[in-house]
Nanobody, 126 residues
């Protein structure tokens, strides 16, 4: 299984980007998928997670109302629309997936996920 993330870039504060994550070797139809981010010198941070079986999406409080998760089954791709960007959103954004069905409390935990993309850099200037 390979995950390919893309869509990062440089934007000014208040701007938007749409990040993509395409899977090869499996489909985004079972288990769970998540987006995480890691800023320089900081630990990897949960952004959003989606459990397919229960059709539930969990967002980190810091991104609620600004970030939106979506998927395109035909393209086997999930997206993260990031709006109203702030300088503190600057980070490498990673997509991750697992074929297992984690409980809700484990969605934000990076150890839940078995497959990771290479990351895409988002830089927000003030």
């Amino acid at each position: 299984v390979q995950l390919q993330a893309s869509g990062g870039g440089w934007v000014q504060s208040g701007g938007s980007l749409k990040l993509s994550c395409t899977a090869s070797g499996r489909t985004f139809s079972s288990g769970a998928v998540g987006w995480f981010r890691q800023a320089p010198g900081k630990e990897r941070e949960f952004v959003v997670g989606r459990r397919w079986r229960f059709a539930t999406t969990n967002y980190a409080d810091s991104v609620k109302g600004r970030f939106t998760f979506s998927r395109d089954n035909a393209k086997n791709t999930v997206y993260l629309q990031v709006n109203s960007l702030k300088p503190e959103d600057t980070a490498v954004y990673y997509c991750a997936a697992t074929a297992r069905n984690p409980i809700t409390s484990m969605i934000p935990n990076p150890t839940t996920y078995d497959y990771w993309g290479q990351g895409t850099l988002v830089t927000v200037s003030s």
